[in-house]
């Protein structure tokens, strides 16, 4: 099992909605990533779970909330966003932690609308 | 300030033909550089990396190519075929930081039969 598996693969919701977006992988890899990509822009590192722990949170704001149950999962909570949080947001997962030159693996993404 | 920089949006290439993508990098730190593939409603898809202490890799009809002096690297795609249309991604890491992968804004590549 090669894949990194995202979902929903797409939500709507609205400024005062709570939703979570999930991504689960079984390849044994023990760094995971979510990024956020606007259209015809590059993805954005938002956070790094390294063997189960936060290392990287790249100053997002505190309306994403990301959760690692285990070393195969990875959620990001999301609580009164605003409507320029319309994004596709990849979750990707890597072999070993950040730092070791590892290539990650990308899902194929949750697109979200906020209304 | 971009760390890694794809100037071409787009590139149009007829089938069986050479098609070459291009990257810059400004941050001499970093060691290690990936090439990533995207379709449409799809997350990247790795194709092939290069380490600074290499200049050359190549797997299968991908070759990437570095010039750590000019601090540009290349991705050649011999011979082109029409499902390699998709966007591609260069992305830059140091293995010394944290190991943050930067990405450039990409470039659309369409191989026309």
């Known amino acids: 099992d090669t894949e990194v598996t995202q979902t929903p693969k797409h939500l709507v919701m609205g400024m005062t909605n709570k939703k979570s977006l999930k991504c689960e992988q079984h390849m044994g890899h023990r760094a995971m990533y979510w990024y956020k990509q606007k259209a015809k822009k590059p993805p954005e590192l938002m956070f790094v779970?390294?063997?189960?722990?936060?290392?990287i949170n790249e100053s997002v704001p505190s309306r994403f909330s990301p959760e690692c149950p285990n070393s195969s999962l990875l959620n990001l909570h999301l609580h009164a966003l605003q409507p320029e949080d319309s994004a596709l947001y990849l979750c990707?997962?890597?072999?070993?932690?950040?730092?070791?030159?590892?290539?990650?693996?990308f899902g194929s993404g949750t697109q979200l609308s906020v209304l | 300030d971009q760390q890694v920089k794809q100037n071409s949006p787009s590139l149009s290439v007829q089938e069986g033909r050479i098609s070459i993508l291009n990257c810059d990098y400004t941050n001499s730190m970093f060691d290690y550089f990936l090439w990533y593939k995207k379709y449409p409603a799809e997350g990247p898809t790795f194709l092939i990396s290069i380490s600074s202490i290499k200049d050359k890799n190549e797997d299968g009809r991908f070759t990437v190519f570095l010039n750590k002096s000019a601090k540009h690297l290349s991705l050649h795609i011999v011979p082109s075929q029409p499902g390699d249309s998709a966007v591609y991604f260069c992305?830059?890491?140091?293995?010394?930081?944290?190991?943050?992968?930067?990405f450039g804004k990409g470039t659309k590549l369409s191989v026309k039969p």
């Open positions: 990707a997962s890597s072999q070993d932690r950040p730092g070791t030159n590892e290539k990650l693996f």
């Open positions: 779970y390294s063997y189960e722990k936060l290392s």
């Open positions: 992305a830059a890491s140091s293995g010394g930081s944290q190991g943050n992968l930067i």
